[in-house]
């Protein structure tokens, strides 16, 4: 991460390391401030009296690393960001008037996006900022995971059954709350039905019609019209001195073929002059039969119209034309089929969902005894672990219970609500002295013993929980010499599973770590860029030894150092 401008930061850039890195320093050197920079890089509230005074602005920059495959990396996609090799770049800027920008991946998004990636990303213990597993859906997905096949198996089988009854019971809903506007729908679809059979129409029936009806509505005059003009092309009868256009067009022929012999040109002519011949007398024949094909009966007239008539009334309610009534059957008969076919499709999905709940039943009852063995193991585990950080009498439980829900399954005699987990509702509990009622851990422990139950709960949970990387902040308040020791030999064997950065002021704890950072102010009182040192060999001890005794050269406070740190290389 860079900080610029944050508290009293001024530039500081905070290397971490893939395993254990602690953060020293004076008290008010601005140690908390890497918290809060991480916070705000995951969508942390901006609180503008963070900017340091006489900077318009305050910026966090932060490159984290986001496994193959992870939700995070599909939601940042979603969002419009780039990943850079297996990384994202994610900034924030508050201005000193409020306003805040963030931007991931090279893309401006909203605050609410970085916030989205958090629960994904890292999980942060402090003394005012909790998250992780203090959320109940994320303490029963953790507790899943300590489980292993022994939930994963039912919970997989319950997940594709409770997925199966879901869409059994939205087509029940479908077809039983809308019944009375399918029947309404079956009655319209039958009358249509029977309209168009009673018709019986014909594909492209209305387009022969319309012609037929264009025809025989002009007869007289197509009659009269074919009539004169096979009189002009083969002659009439009644008046032989009138010459028709056969007559002439044979003596011009009979002109040219006098002599063609004397220019082939005029042959040509001579030839074409034939073809029109022939052309003419073709026309001149059809013309005839045209003519005495010409039905002009009235009744014939009237019979087109009113079949016109009916296919009209057809297509004024079921389509544009006759294609189109007819498609409209076709549809219409397979939809009514299907409407028909309701009672029968009602019976059998009744059956299957009956059949779905009493399997969530019995798979709802698999998980609950499943998690409650594993519940056991875990609270066990936990209870462990705190007696050797400093919490002796502390003991951590689990409440899995069940809410009542008429409309739920059937679990153990009860009727209880159902999820797409299954039907437990799962809370992490702490009770931390004998006679203290167990609460849940968000409110059974304060300030420093929450930052080591949840240390505790992280070791105990270290390979099931995706979250690649933890933050815990003043997670050593109020403990010192042994339990110190073991507080740090518990967060380096969570640097095993992941990433761990830890605020601390105990040497006990800072010795375990991989890389130690040291955040030291200036003369003026401001952390610069080489205000931020990674800690080695002399430099290490010297500063363990600060914490130790307040003395950077105590040879006894040294000794001491070189102790820790020999003992914790022994534990690695």
């Known amino acids: 991460m860079r900080i610029r401008s944050l508290g009293v930061i001024d530039d500081a850039v905070v290397e971490l390391s893939p395993g254990f890195t602690a953060v020293t320093g004076e008290t008010g050197a601005g140690k908390t401030m890497v918290v809060t920079s991480l916070g705000l890089l995951l969508g942390g509230r901006a609180d503008p009296a963070l900017v340091r005074i006489g900077s318009p602005s305050a910026v966090v920059e932060g490159r984290i690393s986001v496994p193959p495959g992870a939700a995070a990396a599909a939601r940042a996609e979603e969002a419009g960001a780039e990943l850079d090799e297996g990384a994202l770049l994610i900034s924030r800027t508050i201005s000193a008037e409020g306003r805040s920008r963030a931007h991931l991946g090279g893309r401006s998004v909203p605050v609410g996006v970085l916030a989205e990636l958090a629960d994904e990303l890292v999980a942060v213990h402090g003394q005012t900022d909790q998250q992780g597993l203090l959320k109940p859906a994320r303490q029963r997905g953790a507790l899943d995971r300590y489980a292993g096949d022994a939930v994963a198996v039912p919970l997989a089988r319950y997940t594709e059954a409770y997925r199966r009854l879901r869409a059994v019971t939205a087509q029940l809903d479908e077809l039983t709350t809308r019944a009375r506007e399918r029947a309404q729908e079956a009655d319209l679809l039958r009358f249509g039905l029977a309209e168009i059979e009673a018709v019986e129409p014909r594909a492209g029936e209305d387009v022969e019609l319309a012609a037929e009806a264009e025809r025989l509505g002009h007869a007289e005059a197509l009659a009269s019209a074919a009539a004169l ?30 002599v063609r012999s004397h220019d082939p040109s005029l042959a040509a002519l001579a030839d074409r002059m034939g073809e029109i011949s022939i052309l003419l007398a073709d026309v001149a024949g059809e013309l005839a039969g045209y003519a005495d094909n010409l039905d002009a009966d009235p009744r014939r007239l009237a019979a087109v119209e009113e079949r016109r008539a009916a296919l009209t009334s057809l297509t004024r309610k079921y389509g544009t034309d006759v294609a189109a009534v007819l498609a409209w059957a076709e549809e219409g008969a397979a939809r009514l089929t299907e409407l028909d076919g ?11 969902r009956d059949a779905l709940r009493a399997e969530l039943s019995g798979l709802a009852q698999a998980l609950t005894d499943a998690r409650t ?13 705190l007696a050797s950080l400093a919490m002796p009498h502390a003991r951590v439980s689990f409440d899995i219970r069940q809410s009542e829900d008429p409309d739920g399954v059937e679990v153990g005699g009860r009727t209880v609500a159902y999820g797409p987990a299954g039907v437990d509702e799962v809370e992490l509990l702490l009770a931390p002295h004998p006679g203290a009622p167990p609460r849940p851990i968000a409110k059974g422990a304060s300030g420093g013993e929450l930052s080591r139950v949840m240390l505790a709960v992280e070791v105990v949970f270290a390979g099931t929980d995706p979250v690649p990387t933890y933050l815990f902040d003043e997670v050593d308040a109020g403990v010192g010499g042994k339990a110190a020791v073991e507080i740090g030999r518990r967060l380096a064997k969570l640097a095993k599973s992941a990433q761990v950065v830890v605020v601390t002021h105990l040497p006990q704890v800072a010795a375990f770590a ?22 080695e060999g002399e430099d290490r001890v010297r500063e363990l030894s600060r914490m130790l005794a307040g003395q950077e050269d105590s040879e006894t406070a040294r000794a001491h150092a070189e102790e820790l740190l020999a003992t914790a290389r022994a534990d690695a």
């Open 342 to 352: 309701d009672d029968d499709r009602i019976g059998g999905l009744t059956a299957e």
């Open 514 to 535: 991989d890389r130690q950072l040291l955040v030291e102010k200036t003369n003026d009182g401001s952390v610069t860029r080489s205000g931020v040192t990674v800690l």
């Open 229 to 258: 003009a096979h009189g002009a092309l083969a002659g009439n009868p009644e008046d032989p001195e009138v010459l028709d256009a056969t007559t002439l067009v044979a003596g011009a022929q009979r002109a040219l073929e006098a």
């Open 373 to 385: 063995e594993a519940a056991a193991r875990f609270a066990d585990a936990v209870t462990a672990e």
